[in-house]
């Protein structure tokens, strides 16, 4: 027996869904709940195209169900808000990232740690109430106030929706894991959506900037327009060898599979190799350069709400945003193949508002 | 005829040494330098037997200089001291771990951190400063720069204190850097050999709840009654893995041979850290997953400087942390050798050089 998305629940909604691990995307007709006494529902205006949408959509980790409604970058205006919510008000300017609920009981949960929640709903490809969630590719979307982020009143809102996964992905390791000391030098390896704001963050933070990348061709743009202070080709031996044990901490947003034994190479005693790119298969860790020179791998993922938030208001403080290619829903397929060739500089963002004709 | 090792240096040595990649050792004679003015020489009385040592003598790492004397974890009496030796006297109690002499001019060195120094010479088997190779503490003496000696405390018996100079600094070095000194958290230790046993009673010393991960039921009893863990895990038994999973707040994995990580990431709360002090010699393999979807590190330890080295004997012998040895003669050796390769120890030789290493005539 077909299950009928459009009414399962009580307010239809539309988006664009992926249906099998080709990944395509196609036009979707879905439902949403009604919105509840704590909720807040925003018409989507934009929607940043995270790499994990497309790891999703072909079902790369192994835990897609199709249909999925891809889309965590998501930026909107608020339509209508629950009898408890005083935080929002109808016409303002909001986010809504990689969750939207969590148990709220759990240690993680009471540390503002509710990326880390054992029990977390992300905003799509979740199980959720007898259904499942789906993402920001669509009109519209209800969630509790409570992941809900104020969007900083001067910043564009097209390129800041990126900073909802990608800004808070790479922000919340840079903090935990103090790589916010002034004069210090951060190596961000690979340049793409994350890499690209770790290195706008790292001189906000006063640092040095180098970034390590497979690909010369990106090294003008890099310095000229990111502001990084320099740049290695990490398939050169040569400028990885000059570079040995000069990186105080490195952030690695590589997600497509590659060895961490140069990178580690190339910190100071003590370094820090954070790895918050996600590839498929498992990272080969060589541990003496760990045990010779006290070295740390590490994860992160995300960001909790409090810190989502303070990230994006010392994103409004900087004017930092994200560098976007703006598309229409209708190019997506396209823009995912390019994503998968690393062809973007260096975020799509869906304008989903006038994307879709009004019904 | 006198071989280069005999004369390259104007005092005369003894110790035994392996000759090639059996690793089998048999008696040497070498020598040992001039007590220079900075210098503290003293009659060797204990040898720890490290499996750094068993890893040297078979050149499995690839860098052994033979013939090579092994042995880092020395300790016995000052029986010589240079003009500007301030430190040590004559009689003093005095141990030598896994270096002997540093750049004492780079960042690490200024730190405190001589272990992590570009230019360390090891106490065995590298060329020291001088061109000759360094010989270590399977001998009847040692001469070396006041800088690298440590002192042994009265309540430590020498034997208990060798192996404090490699396998205890390497495990107190990472519990206390890596914040996993603080009474009350939950601490897993893999492995329980010679690195492992001192990581329990370190932990336990601590205030720390230790649990042992193992791959051998029959180290269980020994484990919590002996050595004082508070559980005991068996790493194959998946029930027992499973209930343990989150549980802890760091895990000191002291295990050199090939093994996942993952079911260990799996075993450390979110935000914990998994230190490796065992160095396997092929890469592990850790999905991104497991350490991102929890905010978990993976890292590592060497050692530890002179400065914390002393501290560290210093607190094992306030608190009673001692290793357990097994005490034997020099030239049961290579059977010790055979029987540490197959993990047979409880859990440390030491050699008793000052009754039984007599030079050959």
Known sequence: MAK??????????FGWAGTDTSGTLSPFNFSRRENGDDDVTLKILFCGVCHSD???????????????????????EVTKIGNNVKNFKVGDKVGVGVMVESCQTCENCQQDLENYCPKLVFTYNSPYNGTRTYGGYSDFVVVHQRYVLQFPANLPLDAGAPLLCAGITVYSPMKYYGMTEPGKHLGVAGLGGLGHVAIKFGKAFGLKVTVISTSPNKKSEAIDKLGADSFIVSNDPEQMKAATGTIDYIIDTISADHSVLPLLGLLKLNGKLVTVGLPSKPLELPVFPLVAGRKLIGGSN???I?????????????????DIELIKMDQINTAMERLSKADVKYRFVIDVANSFSSL | MASQPEEEHPKKAFGWAARDTSGVLSPFKFSRRETGEKDVAFKVLYCGICHSDLHMVKNEWGNSIYPLVPGHEVAGEVTEVGSKVTKFKVGDRVGVGCMVNSCKSCQSCSDDLENYCPKIILTYSVKNVDGTITYGGYSDSMVCDENFVIRIPDALSLEAAAPLLCAGITVYSPLKYFGLDKP?????????????????????AFGANVTVISTSPNKKKEALEHLGADSFVVSREQDQMQALMGTFDGIIDSVSA???????????????KLVMVGAPEKPLEVPAFSIIGGRKTVSGSMIGGIKETQEMIDFAAKHGVKPDIEIIAVDYVNTAMERLLKADVKYRFVIDIGNTLKASS
């Open chain 1, 54 to 76: 497309l790891h999703t959509l072909k079902n790369d980790w192994g835990f897609t169900t199709y249909p999925v409604v891809p889309g965590h970058e998501i930026v909107g």
């Open chain 2, 184 to 204: 009350g958290l939950h601490l897993g230790v893999v492995g329980l050999g010679g690195l492992g046993h001192m990581a329990v009673k370190f932990a336990k």
């Open chain 1, 306 to 322: 409090k810190e989502t938030q303070e990230m994006l208001d010392f994103c409004g403080k900087h004017n930092i945003t994200a």
């Open chain 1, 4 to 13: 009928s998305y459009e009414t399962e629940l009580p307010l239809k909604a």
């Open chain 2, 258 to 272: 090939q093994h996942s990580l993952v079911p260990l990431l799996a075993l450390v709360k979110n935000h914990g």
């Open chain 1, 302 to 304: 995300f960001g909790g």
